[in-house]
C-alpha cells in the first residue's frame, strides 16, 4: 500500500514493532485469562498485566493499585466524569469544562445535562490556551469536577495542569486531566500536579487500538467512582470485562519506549516541526499558524490557508494523510468546535489542516509534504483569483 505520507500522528500512529514483538507470545502461548487464579496460565498473564500497571503508574508518578485499563481514552474519561458525577451528585451537580476538550469530554457532559447536571463550558484565549481566573470563576459550592486536557488534539496547545491543579484543589474539586495526546511526549506527575482522574489511550503513543487506562486518586483526596460497566469485577469492580492481555502488555511497552525516548523525541520531533512550518510560510504569505507557537505539542502545526476554499484544499492534498479543520460526521461537515471556540470563523476552521508528526517521520517526508502544500495553495489560489 502507497498511502503518501503520513502526518496524521495525533488520530492514531503506527504501532512501533518492538511494541508488536512484545505483545505477540500473549496472543498464542501465553493466552492465559489474568483472571484465572487457579493455574499457571492465569498466573502468567496476570503477572503480565501487572508490570504493565506497574510501568503506567510508575510513568505519571502514581501507584499500580490507582491504574484502571480500559478500552480506551473515550471510555476512560466516560467512566472518570459519568463515574464521578454518580457517586458525589449528593454533594453537587455542577461540572466545569474548557470549550477545546474532546469530544468524549463534551458529550459525556452533554450526557450528564439530560440527567439534571449544569455544566459550565470555560472559553479560551486566540491562542487556545485557559485563563486560570476563568477557572477560579467558575467555581460554585456545588461544583464537583472539572476537566481541563493536557495537550489539545487539534492545536497540541499545552494547558498549565499544574495551575489548573492547584486551582481545583484548593477549591475541594476534582480535576479530570484528558492526556491522550500528551502522555509519554510531556511529562506529567499527578502528585506535584494535583490530578485527581487522567485519561490515557494507547494508539496515540505507538500502542495498539482498543485499550487505554485511567489513573483514579486513591488518597489525598480519596476518588471514588461508580463503575458504568458491571460484571465479573474486575479491575477492583470498577471495569468488569476480562483484560485484553496482549494489548494491556502493548501498552505497557509502548509506555516504557515513549518514556525512555521523550527528551529525544521532543527535540527530533519540534525540529521537523518548525522546518514544515518555516518552510511553507517562507513560500506562501497569508498562512497562519493556530494556537501558541512554543507551548504546544512538538509535533504538532495547525496551519490556516487564507484565500483559498478550505473543501478543496484537503482534496489536493490526498497524497498527504492529514486532517482538516473540519470535522465530517456521516453526511454533515463541521468546523473545529477548537478553532470556532479560538475566535476563528468558519471559514477559516474548514481551510485549517492539521499536521501531526511523529517518531517515524523523516525530514524528507516533511519536505515532500512541504513542497506539496506549496504547490496545492497555489494552484487553488490562482483558481480562486481566476474565478473571480
Ligand atoms: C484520541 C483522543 C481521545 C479518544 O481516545 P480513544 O482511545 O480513541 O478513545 C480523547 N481525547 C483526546 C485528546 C484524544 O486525542
Same mark, same amino acid.
Given at each position: 500500500m502507497n498511502a503518501g505520507i503520513y502526518l496524521d500522528n495525533h488520530s492514531t500512529t503506527p504501532v512501533d514493532p518492538q511494541v508488536i514483538e512484545a505483545m505477540l507470545p500473549y496472543f498464542s502461548e501465553r493466552f492465559g485469562n489474568p483472571a484465572s487464579r487457579s493455574h499457571a496460565y492465569g498466573w502468567d498473564a496476570a503477572k503480565a498485566v501487572e508490570h504493565a500497571r506497574e510501568l503506567l503508574a510508575n510513568a505519571i508518578g502514581a501507584t499500580p493499585h490507582e491504574i484502571y485499563f480500559t478500552s480506551g481514552a473515550t471510555e476512560s474519561i466516560n467512566l472518570a466524569i459519568k463515574g464521578a458525577a454518580e457517586m458525589y451528585r449528593s454533594q453537587g451537580r455542577h461540572i466545569v469544562i474548557v470549550a477545546t476538550e474532546h469530544n468524549a469530554v463534551l458529550d459525556s457532559c452533554l450526557a450528564l445535562e439530560g440527567a439534571g447536571?449544569?455544566?459550565?463550558?470555560?472559553?479560551?484565549?486566540?491562542?487556545? +490556551?485557559? +485563563?486560570?481566573?476563568?477557572?477560579?470563576?467558575?467555581?460554585?459550592?456545588?461544583?464537583?469536577?472539572?476537566c481541563v486536557m493536557h495537550a489539545n488534539n487539534e492545536t497540541g496547545v499545552i494547558h498549565d495542569i499544574r495551575l489548573a491543579g492547584a486551582v481545583c484543589r484548593s477549591n475541594g474539586v476534582f480535576l479530570m486531566v484528558d492526556a491522550a495526546q500528551s502522555f509519554t511526549k510531556l511529562p506529567i506527575d499527578v502528585n506535584t500536579t494535583c490530578v485527581d482522574l487522567l485519561a490515557v489511550t494507547g494508539h496515540k503513543i505507538y500502542g495498539p487500538k482498543g485499550i487505554g487506562a485511567l489513573y483514579?486518586?486513591?488518597?489525598?483526596?480519596?476518588?471514588?467512582?461508580?463503575?458504568?460497566?458491571?460484571?465479573?469485577? +474486575?479491575?477492583?469492580?470498577?471495569?468488569?470485562?476480562?483484560?485484553?492481555?496482549?494489548?494491556?502488555?502493548?501498552?505497557?511497552?509502548?509506555?516504557?519506549?515513549?518514556?525512555?525516548?521523550?527528551?529525544?523525541?521532543?527535540?527530533?520531533?519540534?525540529?521537523?516541526?518548525?522546518?514544515?512550518?518555516?518552510?511553507?510560510?517562507?513560500?506562501?504569505?497569508?498562512?497562519?499558524?493556530?494556537?501558541?507557537?512554543?507551548?504546544?505539542?512538538?509535533?504538532?502545526?495547525?496551519?490556516?490557508?487564507?484565500?483559498?476554499?478550505?473543501?478543496?484544499?484537503?482534496?489536493?492534498?490526498?497524497?498527504?494523510?492529514?486532517?482538516?479543520?473540519?470535522?465530517?460526521?456521516?453526511?454533515?461537515?463541521?468546523?473545529? +468546535?477548537?478553532?470556532?471556540?479560538?475566535?476563528?470563523?468558519?471559514?477559516?476552521?474548514?481551510?485549517?489542516?492539521?499536521?501531526?508528526?511523529?517518531?517515524?517521520?523523516?525530514?524528507?517526508?516533511?519536505?515532500?509534504?512541504?513542497?506539496?502544500?506549496?504547490?496545492?495553495?497555489?494552484?487553488?489560489?490562482?483558481?480562486?483569483?481566476?474565478?473571480?
Open positions: 447536571f449544569e455544566i459550565s463550558v470555560l472559553p479560551v484565549q486566540s491562542d487556545g +490556551h485557559l +485563563h486560570m481566573d476563568e477557572l477560579r470563576a467558575a467555581f460554585r459550592p456545588d461544583t464537583i469536577l472539572a483514579v486518586r486513591r488518597k489525598n483526596p480519596q476518588v471514588r467512582l461508580v463503575p458504568q460497566i458491571h460484571g465479573g469485577g +474486575h479491575e477492583r469492580g470498577l471495569r468488569s470485562g476480562s483484560l485484553p492481555t496482549p494489548l494491556v502488555v502493548g501498552l505497557g511497552k509502548a509506555v516504557e519506549i515513549g518514556m525512555g525516548r521523550m527528551d529525544d523525541e521532543q527535540v527530533r520531533t519540534l525540529a521537523l516541526r518548525e522546518r514544515l512550518i518555516d518552510g511553507i510560510q517562507t513560500s506562501l504569505s497569508g498562512v497562519e499558524l493556530n494556537g501558541d507557537r512554543n507551548l504546544r505539542l512538538p509535533g504538532n502545526a495547525n496551519l490556516t490557508f487564507h484565500d483559498l476554499d478550505g473543501s478543496s484544499l484537503l482534496a489536493g492534498l490526498a497524497s498527504l494523510s492529514v486532517s482538516s479543520g473540519a470535522a465530517c460526521s456521516a453526511a454533515d461537515v463541521q468546523p473545529s +468546535h477548537v478553532l470556532m471556540a479560538m475566535g476563528r470563523t468558519a471559514e477559516l476552521a474548514n481551510a485549517s489542516i492539521r499536521f501531526g508528526i511523529g517518531r517515524f517521520n523523516t525530514a524528507r517526508e516533511i519536505d515532500g509534504a512541504v513542497k506539496l502544500v506549496i504547490e496545492t495553495v497555489e494552484r487553488l489560489r490562482k483558481r480562486r483569483l481566476a474565478a473571480t
